[in-house]
């Protein structure tokens, strides 16, 4: 990418950042929700864990790091990006970027980068909260933790970024966005293990999440940073979350190519 291509994608990160910033209200707000939601999720687990020692080889202070991981993980890519995607296609305004000198899929990822910066610090801030709040919290005792789960972090922008741009294309082919969102949303948290670690899960389930690419975006992180692996398995997972944010890039462009020679049809 020339130094052009790159002031341009960066300019557009600091536009997203920018409207985040105009409209902080409705954004913390939703950050704020999430909260709460992480709140609800732990006590629930609370309440499970109660009298018992461990479920499905997790701990109670494990778990607990595990909810927190799986907050910060869902924080650095929210609602106002995702639907951000959708808006753009179903109001028509993709069209305007048609004619603009970019590639669409790389400006939108510009854009999510430029909001993650800002989910990413405020849901670090929230989790210190809750950290104080709730002592226990398993963190790593080794150094090497810390970068691997940095670096397992950004491929799970990647590989989430590149599944919610695919849902978001299927605004092509409809009307509305928000069955498609929460059809999306409901897949990602059960086959990712947001919703319960994928331990929980019978065998066969187990097997085919760990098949899919939304085990990237939870499950991975969290099994780096519990070290539930050593060094060499982390850096093989993060290898796989790479292979998977690729893979769903590539598909993204062909999906997007395919999409457009359809609004040209039947626009005229």
Same mark, same amino acid.
């Given at each position: 990418?020339?130094?052009?291509?790159?002031?341009?994608?960066? $300019?557009? &990160?600091?536009?997203? !950042?920018?409207? %985040?910033?105009?409209?902080?209200?409705?954004?913390?707000? /939703? +950050?704020? *929700? #999430?909260?709460?939601?992480?709140?609800?999720?732990?006590?629930?687990?609370?309440?499970?864990?109660?009298?018992?020692?461990?479920?499905?080889?997790?701990?109670?202070?494990?778990?607990?790091?595990?909810?927190?991981?799986?907050?910060?993980?869902?924080?650095?890519?929210?609602?106002?990006?995702?639907?951000?995607?959708?808006?753009?296609?179903?109001?028509? $305004?993709? &069209?305007?970027?048609? !004619?603009?000198? %970019?590639?669409?899929?790389?400006?939108?990822?510009?854009? /999510? +980068?430029? *909001? #993650?910066?800002?989910?990413?610090?405020?849901?670090?801030?929230?989790?210190?909260?809750?950290?104080?709040?709730?002592?226990?919290?398993?963190?790593?005792?080794?150094?090497?933790?810390?970068?691997?789960?940095?670096?397992?972090?950004?491929?799970?922008?990647?590989?989430?970024?590149?599944?919610?741009?695919?849902?978001?294309?299927?605004?092509?082919?409809?009307?509305?966005?928000?069955?498609?969102?929460?059809?999306?949303?409901?897949?990602?948290?059960?086959?990712?293990?947001? +919703?319960?670690?994928?331990?929980?899960?019978?065998?066969?389930?187990?097997?085919?999440?760990?098949?899919?690419?939304?085990?990237?975006?939870?499950?991975?992180?969290?099994?780096?940073?519990?070290?539930?692996?050593?060094?060499?398995?982390?850096?093989?997972?993060?290898?796989?979350?790479?292979?998977?944010?690729?893979?769903?890039?590539?598909?993204?462009?062909?999906?997007?190519?395919?999409?457009?020679?359809?609004?040209?049809?039947?626009?005229?």
């Amino acid at each position: 990418m020339g130094v052009m291509k790159f002031k341009k994608y960066r $300019s557009i &990160a600091n536009r997203s !950042l920018q409207n %985040i910033l105009a409209y902080r209200l409705s954004y913390v707000m /939703t +950050l704020l *929700s #999430s909260f709460v939601n992480l709140l609800a999720v732990y006590f629930l687990w609370q309440g499970i864990y109660n009298g018992r020692e461990s479920l499905g080889g997790y701990s109670w202070d494990q778990m607990k790091t595990y909810l927190l991981v799986t907050f910060l993980a869902n924080s650095i890519l929210s609602w106002y990006s995702e639907t951000a995607i959708s808006a753009k296609i179903l109001d028509g $305004s993709v &069209a305007a970027d048609l !004619l603009k000198p %970019i590639d669409f899929q790389s400006a939108r990822f510009a854009e /999510t +980068l430029g *909001s #993650s910066l800002l989910e990413g610090t405020l849901g670090i801030f929230l989790i210190g909260c809750f950290m104080m709040l709730t002592p226990g919290v398993k963190l790593p005792h080794s150094p090497w933790v810390y970068p691997l789960f940095g670096f397992s972090l950004l491929a799970v922008m990647v590989v989430k970024f590149g599944v919610v741009y695919l849902a978001a294309l299927l605004c092509f082919w409809s009307t509305g966005s928000l069955g498609i969102v929460w059809t999306r949303i409901a897949l990602t948290n059960l086959m990712s293990g947001a +919703l319960v670690p994928l331990a929980f899960f019978p065998d066969w389930l187990e097997r085919l999440a760990l098949w899919l690419p939304f085990q990237s975006i939870i499950h991975t992180p969290t099994v780096i940073f519990l070290q539930q692996t050593d060094g060499w398995g982390a850096l093989c997972l993060i290898g796989l979350q790479c292979l998977w944010g690729a893979l769903l890039w590539w598909a993204g462009k062909k999906i997007w190519s395919w999409a457009v020679r359809q609004v040209t049809i039947h626009g005229g």
